[in-house]
């Protein structure tokens, strides 16, 4: 990773709360390299950009952190290239990551994050309701980017387990979540930038 591409990570994840040392550094530096790589042969993003993959993806992602409280298990359903699954599981080597994509290629993907960066990572080729047919829960359960943020909340409800946390994330256009599920009662919502796009997150916490 480029000296200037590492001081944009380091210091916007600073102002997001979020301490990254060296080896983390590294290994989200490795994954840039692994992602622009697949990327040619697979399609597993549209930004390219070293700069905006580290504000729009890896910044994004770790926004989520400092919620993660003391979390042992979450789930990223709909996770595509790894965001914000990998990235977390990247930051949290303790904290065990499933990754739901149903789309091969990129489960391959992230089995090769698994591999060289994250023996904490599940990548799981499967639709999020056939982990809730299987009964799994996690401490947390987040999508970002395939799901309309009111119809995650509704779709993911069920793999929140007692006193887990469902996230939603939505950029500066979409509507913010207003329904709280039943069995959940609604957290502080967070409004953030990450480069020059807008974000916002909403928690809904099991009661």
Partial sequence: MEPAIKSRLVNGAARLGV???????AKLGRYLELLLLWNRKINLTAITDPVQVVD??????????????????????????????????????????????SVRKKVAFLQTLKTELAPNLEPVCARHDELIRQGRTFDVAISR???????????????????????????????????????????????????????WLQQFRRA
Avoid: N
């Fill in 19 to 25: 301490s990254l040392d060296a080896p983390t550094v």
């Fill in 145 to 199: 980017a395939t799901w309309d943020p009111a119809a995650w909340v509704r779709e993911g409800a069920d793999l929140v387990g007692p006193r887990g946390a469902l996230l939603a994330m939505g950029t500066g256009d979409q509507v913010q979540v207003t329904a709280t599920p039943a069995g959940f009662v609604a957290g502080e919502g967070l409004a953030y930038e990450v480069g020059s796009a807008r974000r």
């Fill in 56 to 101: 729009r993806h890896f910044l994004d992602s770790l926004v989520v952190a400092p919620l993660l409280g003391d979390a042992a298990g979450l789930v990223d359903v709909g996770s595509g290239a790894g965001f914000p699954g990998a990235v977390l599981a990247i930051l949290r080597p303790t904290l065990a990551v499933t990754c739901v994509e």
